[in-house]
Every structure is written in C-alpha cells, then in structure tokens.
C-alpha cells in the first residue's frame, strides 16, 4: 500500500502551468489536482504511482492532444500500484500504429490513438472521449493495453469512427460505461481482446455499426481458457455485416442478467452467420434477454451460431430457440417470447421491464432482487422511478445518492439518469434534486 501520510498534493496551473510538469515532479503517492480549463499536450506516467483528477470533472476539464502527434495518456511500467486518472474529456485527431487489414484482428500489434497502457496497472474513471477527426482510410483504436491490469468506470465513448479497445495479455474490467453511435471501418471493433479476460458490467453498447467480425471479437492462443464475461450489460440497436460478438477458441463467454435485443446483421454474404458465434469456445447465458433481428432473404441467420462449441449452457433466460443452428438440450427454464416490454427503452438506453413484462419475477430462484421478489431477468429489474438503488423505496438515501453524483462531477450510468434525472439532458443537477424530493414527499 502506498503511505498517504507521504503524499504531496499538487496543483495545476497553480504549481505548474503543465500537467506533464506537476508528473514529473511528483514522487509515489502524490495527487495531481487539476483546474477546469483546456490543456495541450500529451503526458507520461512511467513507474509512477501518482492519482491525476480534475477538481471539477470532465465536462470542465479537457486534455485536447489535436495536432500532437502522440497518444494523449501514456502508462507504462506501474506494475505494483494503480495509477489514477479521473475526471477529463479527452480529445484528440491522432492516428495510433495502425491496424492490418486482415480477418485475425486479434492476432497483431496495434497502438492507441488517445490511451496506451502497456506493462502497468492502471485506474481511469469518469472520462469522455472524442476523437476529432475521421480515419476513413486507416484501422484506429482508441485505447491499447498490453500485459496490464486496467479498470475503467463511468466512461462515454460517442460519435467516433474509431474501435475502442485493443488488448493483449491483459485484465481488464469496464463499469458504469456507456458506448455509442460508432460508425467503424471494415477491420474495426468496439472490442479486439486475445488473452485477455475482461468482465464488462452495468455498461451500454448501443448504435454501432462494424462492417466484417462484429462489435466485440475475442480471441485466444495458448493452452488456457480466458473469460470473457458481461453483466447487467445491454448491447441494442446495433449492426454488423456478420455478427456482434465472435468468440474464438477456448474463451468462456458468459452473459448475466443481460439485455442483448435489437441488433441487425446483414449484408455480408457468408452462409448460417450468427449475432454470437461462438468458435470452439464455451457459453454460458443466465438471466438474460437475447432477441434480435435479421435482415436478409438470401442467407440463414441465427442469434446464436456454434461451431464445434465445447459446452453450451441456457438458464432462465428470454430467447428464441428456433433462433440457434446448434442442437442442444440444456436450456434450463427458458422462455420464448417476442413480447419484453421495457419502460423506455430510447430514454437514457434504459431497457427496464415494465412491471407486466414477461421477465418480472422468472428468473434464477436463488436470487433474490432488493424487493425480495425471485430475480428478474434481463439487465435490470423492474425499478421504481428515483429509486437508484433499487431498495424498492425512495427516500433520503436517494437524495444522498444523487447528492454525491452532482458534487463529484460524475457522468452517470443509464440506470442513474432513469432513477434521478427529470429530463432526457443526460445531466444531474439541481432540479433533479427538486423532483426527487417532491417524489418523496
């Protein structure tokens, strides 16, 4: 543990005019504090383990690299302690080492344009992330981890044309994070994972389109099973010429009180493709909702497709059954139904149930909701509105909730928007303390 009776706190442009000034003359536990304003320039943590945050969040504070050519963030070498970043927009028209044309996306190098993580363990939280220029011609990423340990909470990823993650021999864990309106090139996606296992919960993955693989593609090469796993995850609305997800080879793809619904493949002429292929892998479905839509009269579609898959597993989920080209017979308490009703599912990408929906009170019976009613299946049970924190009641706690959310600046998740924000503006402030205390009363 780093000795916090040792740390310095540094101020920027109080102390120095440079965020990259303040890191270089910081030493293992300090805290970089940075005032709201625009700052130009790409830094370095290297082996340092040093906390940067903006004081008033990131809708004051940018880091804007536009006309530097380099990465934005750079962490390497802090492989015992977590560094933090939190709190930024960052902007940035840099091109990262470019990704190959090629079907195996997973297999090569490629660098960030905005982050690179290499070698090192790192926190980043409440983030937006821009990038200012359009790649048409070139395979970009926005953020590139390699042999690292990296948690990322509350991020916003719009309007891009770029892939978002890049990983190799890497933890990674994606929390109370939204991604959306991504329009990508023909070897680009959200996602390209080899070697890795990544835990992505309480996040959105919404409006995107890739051209080839789909949104996520994972791949593995060794003797060992990584894990790939979502939670409380939604994935809608989103197009892909052959699939969303590709699973290849010896990865655990497993899906948990998750919403996969409305998504489109079309277009790519390849027989019996699938919105999750899974590749002589294993997948595991509990709790979830997977409905989606296929566009085409020519080719066979299936919301799942298996090829030599090692074991399949259904438990209490929504799906459509005559939707899968795999034979199996292990969907345990599973129900088919076109007919999920959600609250509103375009207002802050919510998806919640309404209360008659089919998914109320069906799913795992070993787990119990904060109602004390059977879980329901799905990214979210049913919710009260301004009730956040699913306590089935609303009351000061929520007030506190939504309090703290406004003082800390933080982007809030979806969940977080539909509970507490009176109107669809994405924000948290003071009249929506208002109307919460009015609900209560």
């Given at each position: 543990?780093?000795?916090?009776?040792?740390?310095?706190?540094i101020h920027v442009p109080q102390d120095y005019l440079l965020i990259q000034d303040a890191i270089d003359n910081s030493n293992t536990g300090d805290i970089i504090m940075v005032s709201?304003?625009?700052?130009?320039?790409?830094?370095?943590?290297?082996?340092?383990?040093?906390?940067?945050?903006?004081?008033h969040g990131p809708f004051s504070t940018t880091i804007n690299g536009i006309a530097i050519s380099a990465p934005l963030i750079n962490i390497q070498n802090c492989s015992d302690f977590?560094?933090?970043?939190?709190?930024?927009?960052?902007?940035?028209?840099?091109?990262?080492?470019?990704?190959?044309?090629?079907?195996?996306?997973?297999?090569?190098?490629?660098a960030g344009s905005i982050i690179n993580i290499i070698n090192s363990k790192a926190n980043f939280a409440n983030l937006v992330i821009h990038e200012e220029i359009d790649h048409a011609?070139?395979?970009?990423?926005?953020?590139?981890?390699?042999?690292?340990?990296?948690?990322?909470?509350?991020?916003?990823?719009?309007?891009?044309?770029?892939?978002?993650?890049?990983?190799?021999?890497?933890?990674?864990?994606?929390?109370?994070?939204?991604?959306?309106?991504?329009?990508?090139?023909?070897?680009?996606?959200?996602?390209?994972?080899?070697?890795?296992?990544?835990?992505?919960?309480?996040?959105?993955?919404?409006?995107?389109?890739?051209?080839?693989?789909?949104?996520?593609?994972?791949?593995?090469?060794?003797?060992?099973?990584?894990?790939?796993?979502?939670?409380?995850?939604?994935?809608?609305?989103?197009?892909?010429?052959?699939?969303?997800?590709?699973?290849?080879?010896?990865?655990?793809?497993?899906?948990?009180?998750?919403?996969?619904?409305?998504?489109?493949?079309?277009?790519?002429?390849?027989?019996?493709?699938?919105?999750?292929?899974?590749?002589?892998?294993?997948?595991?479905?509990?709790?979830?909702?997977?409905?989606?839509?296929?566009?085409?009269?020519?080719?066979?579609?299936?919301?799942?497709?298996?090829?030599?898959?090692?074991?399949?597993?259904?438990?209490?989920?929504?799906?459509?059954?005559?939707?899968?080209?795999?034979?199996?017979?292990?969907?345990?308490?599973?129900?088919?139904?076109?007919?999920?009703?959600?609250?509103?599912?375009?207002?802050?990408?919510?998806?919640?149930?309404?209360?008659?929906?089919?998914?109320?009170?069906?799913?795992?019976?070993?787990?119990?909701?904060?109602?004390?009613?059977?879980?329901?299946?799905?990214?979210?049970?049913?919710?009260?509105?301004?009730?956040?924190?699913?306590?089935?009641?609303?009351?000061?706690?929520?007030?506190?909730?939504?309090?703290?959310?406004?003082?800390?600046?933080?982007?809030?998740?979806?969940?977080?928007?539909?509970?507490?924000?009176?109107?669809?503006?994405?924000?948290?402030?003071?009249?929506?303390?208002?109307?919460?205390?009015?609900?209560?009363?």
């Amino acid at each position: 543990m780093i000795n916090s009776l040792f740390s310095v706190e540094i101020h920027v442009p109080q102390d120095y005019l440079l965020i990259q000034d303040a890191i270089d003359n910081s030493n293992t536990g300090d805290i970089i504090m940075v005032s709201p304003g625009v700052y130009y320039e790409s830094i370095m943590i290297d082996g340092k383990y040093i906390s940067l945050i903006s004081t008033h969040g990131p809708f004051s504070t940018t880091i804007n690299g536009i006309a530097i050519s380099a990465p934005l963030i750079n962490i390497q070498n802090c492989s015992d302690f977590f560094p933090l970043v939190s709190g930024f927009t960052l902007i940035s028209d840099h091109v990262g080492m470019e990704q190959s044309t090629t079907h195996i996306p997973y297999l090569l190098p490629a660098a960030g344009s905005i982050i690179n993580i290499i070698n090192s363990k790192a926190n980043f939280a409440n983030l937006v992330i821009h990038e200012e220029i359009d790649h048409a011609s070139v395979e970009n990423n926005i953020v590139f981890i390699k042999d690292s340990n990296v948690n990322l909470n509350r991020i916003l990823y719009e309007n891009s044309k770029d892939g978002f993650i890049v990983a190799f021999n890497s933890e990674i864990e994606i929390s109370n994070s939204t991604i959306r309106n991504i329009e990508l090139n023909d070897y680009e996606y959200i996602f390209s994972i080899s070697n890795t296992n990544i835990t992505v919960s309480q996040s959105v993955l919404k409006n995107t389109h890739t051209q080839f693989l789909g949104q996520i593609v994972i791949g593995k090469s060794g003797s060992e099973y990584v894990s790939v796993e979502f939670r409380d995850f939604i994935m809608a609305e989103n197009t892909s010429s052959y699939s969303i997800i590709t699973s290849y080879d010896m990865v655990d793809t497993k899906f948990f009180d998750s919403t996969i619904i409305n998504n489109i493949c079309n277009g790519f002429e390849l027989p019996h493709t699938g919105a999750i292929i899974i590749y002589h892998g294993n997948l595991f479905v509990e709790n979830s909702i997977i409905i989606n839509d296929f566009q085409t009269d020519d080719y066979n579609y299936f919301d799942f497709k298996f090829e030599n898959p090692i074991d399949i597993s259904f438990n209490y989920s929504i799906i459509d059954t005559n939707n899968i080209n795999h034979f199996y017979d292990n969907c345990s308490n599973c129900a088919e139904s076109n007919e999920v009703s959600f609250i509103n599912p375009e207002l802050n990408n919510s998806y919640l149930l309404t209360e008659y929906s089919p998914g109320i009170d069906s799913g795992n019976p070993n787990n119990i909701d904060f109602d004390g009613t059977i879980s329901d299946i799905g990214a979210y049970q049913y919710l009260i509105e301004g009730d956040g924190n699913f306590d089935n009641i609303v009351n000061i706690s929520d007030i506190l909730i939504l309090i703290n959310l406004i003082l800390n600046n933080s982007i809030p998740s979806h969940i977080e928007l539909f509970a507490y924000s009176s109107v669809d503006d994405e924000l948290l402030d003071i009249l929506d303390i208002v109307r919460l205390v009015n609900l209560i009363l």
